[in-house]
């Protein structure tokens, strides 16, 4: 997994509560993804970051923010969960600038009730 | 969105046999790449293919590039139960070095005694 963990793994939450998902990796890239995947839909990307406080937005990012205080650390907050956000959560990094690769994290599964 | 379609969407095989599995996408690209992912697990990289490449194999696998039909296939010779997974295209678009990815809904490949 490159050193790349995810937490929560699991969580369960209720409609209306602020939820937020820890991507951690170990050796400083600067690179780093969310996304969520969901039946039928394959990937889609949230949000990524390219460094320290510089994140932008990706394909579907209604709902969510990220922030990327250290270079280990990406967060995704879901600022008030609805059940449409019930999905599996993956981060992912790449690991230097000419290299398209993206390594992957675990996951989170995120179910809202 | 120029996410990609796979095609088929599950395929069954006994172990010995091959698999073929086909990508298609909408817009220009950089490079596509192929990943891999088992079940409750995060994608692992298996091959990137270039825009100005027609071929690449990589042990058992083996990719092809049609830009002029915007279609890759993955061909995976003499299948054996641990292929079995779900298989995704993920495009590569030219948007300087953040290198987003769009993701095809993949094939789910399983590979019998």
């Known amino acids: 997994d490159a050193g790349i963990t995810q937490s929560p793994r699991h969580k369960v939450t209720e409609t209306g509560t602020p939820v937020t998902l820890r991507c951690h990796q170990t050796?400083?890239?600067?690179?780093m993804y969310w996304y969520r995947q969901d039946p039928g839909h394959g990937l889609r990307l949230i949000h990524y970051?390219?460094?320290?406080?510089?994140?932008d937005k990706g394909e579907v990012s209604d709902g969510y923010s990220v922030s990327r205080s250290k270079t280990e650390d990406f967060l995704l907050t879901l600022e008030s969960a609805t059940s449409s956000q019930t999905s599996v959560y993956f981060c992912?990094?790449?690991?230097?600038?000419?290299?398209?690769?993206?390594?992957f994290g675990p996951g989170t599964r995120l179910l809202v009730l | 969105s120029q996410q990609g379609e796979e095609d088929p969407q599950a395929l069954s095989i006994q172990e010995g046999e091959n698999a073929t599995m086909n990508c298609s996408y909408k817009?220009?690209?950089?490079?596509l790449q192929w990943y891999r992912q088992n079940s409750g697990r995060g994608l692992v990289h298996l091959i990137l293919?270039?825009?100005?490449?027609r071929e690449k194999h990589s042990g058992r696998l083996r990719v092809t590039l049609d830009t002029s039909k915007k279609s890759s296939s993955l061909l995976i010779t003499a299948s054996r139960a641990a292929d079995t997974a779900s298989y995704f295209c993920?495009?590569?678009?030219?948007?300087?070095?953040?290198?987003?990815?769009?993701f095809g809904t993949g094939t789910r490949l399983q590979v019998t005694l």
């Open positions: 293919i270039r825009s100005n490449e």
């Open positions: 817009t220009s690209i950089n490079n």
């Open positions: 050796e400083n890239h600067r690179y």
């Open positions: 992912a990094i790449k690991e230097v600038d000419n290299q398209e690769t993206q390594y």
């Open positions: 970051s390219y460094g320290v406080k510089d994140t």
């Open positions: 993920a495009t590569a678009a030219n948007t300087g070095t953040a290198s987003k990815l769009t």
